[in-house]
């Protein structure tokens, strides 16, 4: 069973930067694709960052040049620094991963940007 536990939320101010973490476990992680979402109250859960199993990242426009995904294999955990962060950026923000064809999916950190 593939658990990934998210870490690193909170309240932070304009122009501040944050950095989530994801442990997971129960699986090969090295062989994963990871990605972070996000959904803010109202809206969609929409991509933030993601990164395949070879490495390759790509970034939703709102956040490039802002945030950061990385991983850490011997770690088991995925990162994503925030930096610069806005007032829009506030959400609370889901690590995933897909292996085998499946999704996987942590319960989140809250992550608030006060203007």
């Known amino acids: 069973q593939v658990q990934l536990v998210e870490s690193g939320g909170g309240l932070v101010q304009a122009g501040g930067s944050l950095r989530l973490s994801c442990a997971v476990s129960?699986?090969?992680?090295?062989?994963?694709?990871v990605a972070w979402f996000r959904q803010a109250p109202g809206k969609q859960r929409e991509l933030v960052a993601g990164?395949?199993?070879?490495?390759?990242?790509n970034y939703a426009d709102s956040v490039k040049g802002r945030f950061t995904i990385s991983r850490s294999i011997g770690k088991n955990t995925v990162y994503l620094q925030m930096n610069s962060l806005e007032p829009e950026d506030t959400a609370v923000y889901y690590c995933?991963?897909?292996?085998?064809?499946?999704?996987?999916w942590g319960k989140g950190t809250l992550v608030t940007v006060s203007s």
């Open positions: 995933n991963s897909k292996i085998g064809g499946m999704d996987y």
């Open positions: 129960g699986s090969i992680f090295s062989f994963m694709a």
């Open positions: 990164m395949t199993s070879g490495g390759n990242t």
